[in-house]
């Protein structure tokens, strides 16, 4: 179940809020005038989830170029490496 707090708990229990997200991989929902309005989570967690989206990107481009026939072996795209470093 998500955490929700109203905005008046960032000023007045932030440390409380700053604990949670710490101890948690899960955002703390903040709303304002009873609506959503933020997400809070730990710099940990929003790394996390930021190179899990890159990741995802990353493999979706693998998926499209294989669709595109646009893939080389890995043994020519390791000897392309090993070229590169000899230069």
């Known amino acids: 179940m998500p955490t929700i707090r109203p905005s008046s708990d960032l000023r007045n229990k932030y440390n409380e ?3 949670f997200c710490r101890n ?3 955002p703390v929902f903040i709303t304002k ?3 959503g309005d933020l997400a809070v989570m730990s710099i ?5 989830l930021t190179g899990k989206l890159e990741l995802y ?3 979706e481009e ?4 294989a ?3 646009k893939v080389k072996p890995f043994r020519d795209v390791l000897n392309d490496v090993r070229k590169g470093l000899s230069q």
Do not use: R
Not at 44 to 48: A, D, L, P, S, V
């Open 17 to 19: 809020i700053s604990e």
């Open 24 to 26: 948690y991989d899960e």
């Open 33 to 35: 005038n009873g609506q």
């Open 44 to 48: 940990e967690t929003y790394e996390k």
């Open 57 to 59: 990107k990353l493999l």
């Open 62 to 65: 693998g998926v499209a170029a």
């Open 67 to 69: 669709e595109d026939n």
